[in-house]
């Protein structure tokens, strides 16, 4: 019995010996692991070094934005990653899983790409609606090819195939909105000097939006703003008061009539492509009025009188036969009135804006 109860003594020794040295790390244990998860986009790649990785060890990522986009931000649970020399991004692994995200931002825009450049581009698009006061539901692009000249060859639809026209923002101009191009001018029988193509308004949304045309290895980029229409705003757009001295036609023309037309005008703008107003006499024999306008616009002026058409039995308007000439001593900034033309007899009309002169001569035929 003796014995019996020595021998268990004995194991339970043995035992709390082998725990002891367990305690004491005599055993090794695995390193614990975290997973790295990359948020996936559009527009851009990211290769991570690890699929995942214990704490405290360095992790790499080879972020690559796509064409016409450059990379923002890289973060690892919302902690900036490092870029180093090398063009990576890194980060240490935390004891934690992680997820990385990646943000980008547009490339500058593209003005010019080997002599290919924008021969007719805007800042703005109007979305067009049914019900908005406009004939108009698209917008026209040119883009001048420079010296390297491109071959004319078309689809079934008469677009050239060696150009490529797309939204880099489908969400606010979808493509299906884009025509394809057409060329312009074709020399030699085949090789075209330039495209034009068109935005369909009523296919767009409100937002921002980059625009790219591609040529070979040649691409311009453009950034359009999307807004409701009626708020298309040029770059520079000037209110200018009109004062016009009408004692020289006091009782001759009782109802005249001054039409400006932008001849550059772009669908939806803030005024409208024809503003007009009938002039009134007041006893200073004056008459002013605001014209809304942008420097870089032509403009077409016409002067007319209204009378009574008896063949037609209804009220018509004559314009005055108009021929641009140069008024001296005209001062920038408004009208300089009307006033008769001691040579010719006829009547002179004359604006002046942003030290650009526009002048008229009005001959009452």
């Known amino acids: 019995m003796k014995k019996l109860c020595i021998a268990i003594a004995l194991s339970l020794v043995l035992v709390t010996a082998l725990v002891a040295f367990a305690a004491c790390g005599g055993t090794s244990t695995e390193p614990t692991y975290y997973d790295i ?12 070094s690890h699929k995942n990785a214990k704490a405290g060890e360095n992790v790499t990522l080879t972020v690559t ?26 980060f240490t692994m935390p004891a934690q899983n992680v997820t990385v995200s990646v943000t980008l ?37 040119e883009v001048d090819f420079g010296t390297y000249r491109v071959a004319n060859t078309t689809n079934g639809e008469g677009y050239m195939t060696e150009v490529e026209i797309y939204s880099l923002n489908p969400d606010v101009i979808p493509n ?42 040649r691409a311009l980029v453009k950034t359009l703003e999307v807004v409701d229409f009626g708020e298309v705003t040029p770059v520079n757009l000037y209110t200018e008061k009109v004062v016009i001295d009408m004692s020289e036609l006091k009782g001759e023309y009782e109802n005249l009539r001054i039409w400006i037309t932008d001849n550059d005008y772009q669908i939806g703008s803030v005024y409208k492509e024809t503003q007009f107003v009938d002039f009134v006499y007041s006893a200073e024999n004056t008459f002013e009025y605001e014209f809304r306008f942008t420097p870089e616009h032509e403009f077409t002026i ?41 040579d010719t007899g006829s009547y002179i009309i004359s604006y002046v804006a942003d030290n650009m002169s526009l002048t008229a001569v009005l001959i009452d035929e």
């Open 37 to 48: 998860t990359v948020n996936s986009g559009d527009n851009f790649s990211v290769v991570c």
């Open 65 to 90: 934005a796509g064409e016409f986009f450059e990379i923002d931000t890289v973060t690892a649970n919302g902690t900036a990653c490092t870029l180093n020399t090398s063009g990576k991004y890194e």
């Open 105 to 141: 931002k547009a490339s500058p825009d593209v003005d010019e790409s080997n002599t290919m450049v924008w021969s007719k581009v805007c800042e703005q698009l109007a979305a067009v609606e049914d019900g908005d006061d406009t004939i108009y539901t698209s917008q026209t692009f």
């Open 176 to 217: 299906e909105a884009i025509s394809g191009a057409e060329a312009t001018t074709v020399v030699s029988g085949w090789l075209a000097t330039g495209a034009t193509f068109d935005i369909d308004l009523t296919k767009i949304s409100e937002g921002t939006a980059r625009l790219v045309f591609k040529e070979g290895t």
């Open 302 to 342: 016409a002067v007319g009188y209204e009378y009574y058409d008896e063949d037609r039995k209804m009220d018509l308007y004559k314009n005055f036969a108009i021929r641009n000439v140069v008024l001296e001593g005209a001062e920038a900034g408004f009208f300089t009135g009307i006033i008769t033309d001691s």
